[in-house]
């Protein structure tokens, strides 16, 4: 076998089941291979950030790597966007990326880039396959790494993949959850338990549900309350889960939201920092004074250190948790508030929520803790154009559940070709595209810097409405059915029948 | 004035008009400069391959830089492919991308990345702002870079921008062009005149007006076949222009091509390699044994460079050259060729083309050697997605002249944001797209990697067709007229309103 079908294999030893490809010239012979062996679904995206926030978007849904298949350093540079967000979300992905044959690299023909030093910048893991006899070693080592949490990317030299000489590698066992030490567990139990104010601040898996649970227990004993990062990977929410707070977005609004807090113990979550900097505003988010006591850094397991502090602090189970209640369905004038009341009361169980709302979402996102137990994926990296690839990749993940994508337009621009994908796979998602004709929150963020009026220059950057995008139109374009709301209620027949029928559908939302 | 203030003044100053412009957060300092300050046109692009691609057309064009203004390392990368392809084509940009404040970079949130690793990957010329004092300096270093054919990109941590103590910066003299070496002027001259088959390839703007009369010139007294480069950045052609022969893209046809060349003098054009390597065929392109002379590299000037050699040859003025005729109007079927027979008929006089119709395009290129006098631009640096962009960038540098997009389907996909901004700017472009629901050179990579039947896996890899794409639709959802052509006559009707009117209009040619 030659090398390209030595790796497809290994990897379809190691469990991976699906391609995410967007392939050139130098990746023939992966396509070839992939034709060649059963075992591997290749789907097709557009551009590379479809195919990379997809991958993401499977990963966190999947807890094990989808590959990716890239065209050389300028394909891997139009998926590096949201290779940014899956790294910040620790979501397991194997990029193979195409190189030019390595005896033509020195020629600096026309599409030849330093693919090394670029996914360097983007990946964990990175490794130049240097012959078709390590390439079987090579995809098994890559979706192990890919299994503790870094994003691996492995460059395949054109001519390794065509030559003979392949050969076939065991998988690799899974890796071994890393455990918190002991004195970090008396310590975290100590801070909780000083009798001040102090928090439980909480991401990657601490918010599935397990973690959530353990969480609460560890809550009611110590009386900390239970704070979430801004952008979780993936939270498990909905009725009978533990609602959490979550942690406001605007850098001096978190900072008031946490300026009582003496003691915060973080477990999958870095302590808290703005998203941006802003003049005379600390970056910092937590109170001068507060102790923070990071419990599980993201390289240790989150559901071990809960579990070994829940037993540590002697935590019972809760049995009563406040039940959260549903928002009323507004009458009156359609806003993004009044469409997303229609969603938390219509959601479907075990929905999966991908998040991309900005503007449009940001007050309405505790609505959903009394919906029907969903999974929630947001914007982990902040580099937009995730929300419709993530979908995608859930979807192939999880095809026996219902997917929502809540979308601003600006950021589905970027991405917009997802929308194809989805419709040739045939995947049950719903995108539900808030059309504010604007970057809203840079007009937040004009007026943040002093900008108190604007003039046509600075607007005509923030603009979206000259000339307005029509989404129905540019999804029918890609293949997608899509129909237009004005009305609250309009929006709510759209969206209950797309709730009751499979496949992909779009909804404009026109505020 | 804080330090944006005085950056974007010495930017104004340095005669740059046009800032092509895709900002976050972090720009929004920028964005308010540009508001404040008059003298710089800001064009928002709703993608940033889009606003980089346009900056590579308007310096294509206009010879002198545009700035960009890019979102921190993820802006930037989303914009990385068309940087490669303006590095490639030596275009003069200035890109201005921002970066979290310097005491917020090391807290790592959520968007930080390399922002100059990054940066020194795609640009020859990579500064990070020290202080809001040396912005002006560093605005008019950056444009003197660039004007000197090197990619500059400056980087701007938010706190010098938002920070008062900025001054202003004289516009640095324009760089003088590097002559080329006399020894090498005589050596070119012996290798023309040795009366074997000699060849000029040529690049650059060898290719201008000027360098192909210069070229025609000592192609006569030398007996030299004059050839180009496969994707040159700028050609120009036409009736009255010198014609050209244009390497053949696939390397085994290039190699036969020039199997009989003994000498090869380049200017302005490194030696010609293969775009990508295969299996048992050789990367470099010129014959065993042809000595191979590089006249002006491309550090140098091609235009002194071809001046010296002229007259070093003597090389009197051409009176008399061959008119090129024009491809008759085909009856029948209609096919990419029929429709370039059309568009070589109708380009109006000084007409810009931004060539990316791939396989559609590449067998009539030489239609257009007959047509009015006209720029031709196209896929230098073979990362797919520059077409739409570049012909934005192109129709601002030149607002009285008519931009002709001639586009296939699959790459228009990776940055049909294009369109908007075409619409938004009123831009004088007409697109082009050859929608023949393939990546149809794939399918021809495919089959030379030795995939005689692909199976399912493979094609869909390969194939747009499911769902098909409607161009129509697309444009109409970024708010831009759309016209289909399924036969030869009906295109002739639309392209010949397309030319007789202003503005911008899209004309999907359905094969």
Same mark, same amino acid.
């Given at each position: 076998m030659n090398g390209a079908e030595s790796l497809l294999q290994s990897l379809i030893?190691?469990?991976?089941?699906?391609?995410?490809?967007?392939?050139?010239? +130098?990746?023939?012979?992966m396509v070839a291979a992939i034709d060649k062996l059963p075992g591997m679904r290749p789907?097709?995206?557009?551009?590379?950030?479809?195919?990379?926030?997809?991958?993401?978007?499977?990963?966190?849904?999947?807890?094990?790597?989808?590959?990716?298949?890239?065209?050389?350093?300028?394909?891997?540079?139009?998926?590096?966007?949201?290779?940014?967000?899956? =790294?910040?979300?620790l979501s397991p992905i194997v990029n193979i990326v195409g190189d030019h044959a390595t005896f033509h690299l020195p020629l600096d023909a026309p599409l030849t880039s330093d693919v090394p030093g670029l996914a360097a910048? *983007?990946?964990?893991?990175?490794?130049?396959?240097?012959?078709?006899?390590?390439?079987?070693?090579?995809?098994?080592? *890559?979706?192990? !790494?890919?299994?503790?949490?870094?994003?691996?990317? %492995? #460059?395949?030299?054109?001519?390794?993949?065509?030559?003979?000489?392949?050969?076939?590698?065991?998988?690799?066992?899974?890796?071994?959850?890393?455990?918190?030490?002991?004195?970090?567990?008396?310590? !975290?139990?100590?801070?909780? %338990?000083?009798?001040?104010?102090?928090?439980?601040?909480?991401?990657? =898996?601490?918010?599935?549900?397990?973690g959530l649970l353990l969480?609460?227990?560890?809550?009611?004993?110590?009386?900390?309350?239970?704070?979430?990062?801004?952008?979780?990977?993936? #939270?498990?929410?909905?009725?009978?889960?533990?609602? #959490?707070?979550?942690?406001?977005?605007?850098?001096? $609004?978190? +900072?008031?939201?946490?300026?009582?807090?003496?003691?915060?113990?973080? $477990?999958? !979550?870095?302590?808290?920092?703005?998203?941006? !900097?802003?003049?005379?505003?600390? +970056?910092? %988010?937590?109170?001068?004074?507060?102790?923070?006591?990071?419990? *599980?850094?993201?390289?240790?397991? /989150?559901?071990?250190?809960?579990?070994? @502090?829940?037993?540590? @602090?002697?935590?019972?189970?809760?049995?009563?948790?406040?039940? +959260? $209640?549903?928002?009323?369905?507004?009458?009156?004038?359609?806003?993004? /508030?009044? $469409?997303?009341?229609?969603?938390?009361?219509? %959601?479907? =169980?075990?929905?999966?929520?991908s998040d991309e709302s900005i503007t449009s979402g940001i007050s309405s996102y505790g609505y959903y803790n009394g919906s029907a137990p969903h999974d929630w994926l947001t914007l982990t990296g902040g580099a937009i154009g995730q929300g419709l690839p993530v979908a995608v990749g859930a979807a192939v993940a999880c095809p026996e559940r219902k997917v929502i994508n809540l979308q601003a337009d600006g950021s589905a621009m970027y991405t917009n070709q997802a929308l194809w994908t989805m419709v040739r796979e045939n995947l049950d998602v719903c995108v539900v595209i808030f059309n504010n004709s604007s970057y809203a929150i840079l007009n937040v963020e004009l007026a943040r810097v002093g900008v108190k009026n604007p003039g046509e220059r600075a607007k005509s950057m923030l603009d979206l409405s000259n000339p307005g995008l029509s989404w129905t139109r540019i999804a029918e374009g890609l293949g997608m059915k899509g129909t237009r709301a004005t009305t609250t209620e309009a929006f709510k027949t759209q969206f209950e029948k797309a709730m009751a029928t499979k496949g992909p559908r779009l909804i404009e939302v026109v505020l």
């Open positions: 030893d190691a469990g991976v089941e699906v391609c995410f490809a967007n392939p050139g010239t +130098s990746e023939m012979q789907i097709l995206g557009l551009f590379e950030g479809v195919v990379t926030g997809a991958a993401d978007g499977y990963g966190r849904m999947a807890d094990k790597p989808a590959a990716t298949l890239l065209h050389l350093g300028s394909g891997f540079t139009n998926g590096m966007a949201n290779l940014h967000n899956a =790294k910040r979300a910048l *983007a990946s964990d893991w990175v490794r130049v396959c240097e012959s078709p006899q390590s390439m079987a070693k090579d995809g098994a080592e *890559a979706v192990c !790494a890919a299994l503790e949490g870094r994003q691996a990317s %492995l #460059i395949v030299p054109a001519n390794h993949a065509w030559s003979e000489g392949g050969n076939t590698a065991k998988p690799l066992p899974n890796p071994r959850p890393k455990q918190v030490a002991t004195p970090d567990i008396a310590a !975290a139990a100590e801070a909780l %338990l000083n009798g001040e104010t102090t928090c439980l601040f909480l991401g990657g =898996k601490a918010l599935r549900e397990h969480a609460s227990r560890i809550a009611a004993v110590t009386g900390a309350r239970l704070i979430s990062e801004v952008f979780p990977a993936r #939270i498990q929410r909905g009725r009978g889960r533990p609602a #959490i707070e979550r942690l406001p977005y605007l850098g001096e $609004v978190a +900072s008031e939201f946490l300026k009582n807090f003496t003691h915060m113990v973080t $477990v999958g !979550a870095k302590p808290p920092v703005s998203f941006f !900097a802003y003049p005379n505003k600390p +970056s910092t %988010l937590w109170a001068e004074g507060c102790i923070v006591c990071p419990l *599980a850094p993201q390289s240790c397991d /989150e559901i071990l250190a809960l579990e070994a @502090l829940a037993a540590y @602090l002697d935590a019972p189970k809760v049995t009563d948790s406040e039940e +959260s $209640v549903l928002p009323k369905i507004m009458e009156g004038p359609m806003s993004a /508030e009044t $469409v997303n009341a229609v969603i938390a009361n219509l %959601l479907p =169980k075990n929905a999966i929520v």
